[in-house]
């Protein structure tokens, strides 16, 4: 069972950027789809973008198509989410979730597909 630790969230001004990363403590990505998720405060959780195991295939959420990209290191074990142009509306806790390959023929942008989560990461984007 792979576990995943989200990293490189923090304060930034609008108009910054951030790269979050997600690594497996146990376990290895590598056959997995990884997708990143954030939830705002009294918001629902929300699918930004997912990478396929093979890196072949990737997801965007309109809000975030331009600014963010995913990306995937698997000899690292780990994937990326470089955030550039970054707006207060962005604020939220992040998350990293993983599930079978299968998730990119399915809907890789919504939060069912994934069977493992980590903790999250908190963005703030303020002046």
């Known amino acids: 069972q792979v576990q995943l630790v989200e990293s490189g969230g923090g304060l930034v001004q609008p108009g910054g950027s951030l790269r979050l990363s997600c690594a497996a403590s146990?376990?290895?990505?590598?056959?997995?789809?990884i997708g990143w998720f954030r939830q705002a405060p009294g918001k629902e959780r929300e699918g930004i973008s997912s990478i396929s195991s093979t890196s072949d295939n990737t997801y965007y959420e309109d809000s975030v198509k331009g600014r963010f990209t995913i990306s995937r290191d698997n000899a690292k074990n780990t994937v990326f989410l470089q955030m550039n142009s970054l707006k207060p509306e962005d604020t939220a806790v992040y998350y990293c979730?993983?599930?079978?390959?299968?998730?990119?023929?399915?809907?890789?942008?919504?939060?069912?597909?994934?069977?493992?989560w980590g903790q999250g990461t908190q963005v703030t984007v303020s002046s």
């Open positions: 979730a993983a599930g079978p390959s299968s998730i990119a023929t399915l809907r890789p942008m919504v939060p069912l597909f994934y069977d493992t």
């Open positions: 146990e376990g290895t990505l590598g056959a997995l789809h």
